[in-house]
């Protein structure tokens, strides 16, 4: 599966963004975003199950940022409002191929694929 992450860019403290991540060449169970700021680990921000639209957000991400599906596009948009400077980071989508359990959505491995990713700079 090939996935093509769009819309970083930069934005001020209490902006928005939404990056989207357009899948193809395959089937997918389930979708996550990752973060990784510089000079630290790839990060969990969310995952999200097609079969029943199981949405799973980090705790720092929760009630700013919303994931949305666009099944025509096999897309996933990445929804993100009052962006703080700890946002900043470049954001990977990833897709699973196999069984999505839920309780493993952070977890990387749980994905097959992965995207380029797109950085998103938070400016204050």
């Known amino acids: 599966v090939q996935l093509q992450a769009s819309g970083g860019g930069l934005v001020q403290v209490g902006g928005s963004l939404r990056l989207s991540c357009a899948a193809s060449?395959?089937?997918?169970?389930?979708m996550g975003w990752f973060r990784q700021a510089p000079g630290q680990e790839r990060e969990y921000v969310a995952g999200?199950?097609?079969?029943?639209?199981?949405?799973y957000y980090a705790d720092s991400v929760k009630g700013r940022f919303t994931v949305s599906r666009d099944n025509t596009k096999s897309t996933v948009h990445l929804q993100m409002t009052n962006l703080k400077p700890e946002d900043t980071a470049v954001y990977y989508c990833?897709?699973?191929?196999?069984?999505?359990?839920?309780?493993?959505?952070?977890?990387?491995?749980?994905?097959?694929?992965w995207g380029q990713g797109t950085l998103v700079t938070v400016s204050s």
């Open positions: 990833a897709a699973s191929q196999r069984s999505f359990i839920t309780s493993w959505a952070k977890r990387t491995e749980t994905y097959d694929d």
């Open positions: 060449g395959g089937r997918t169970t389930g």
């Open positions: 999200f199950r097609w079969r029943d639209n199981a949405i």
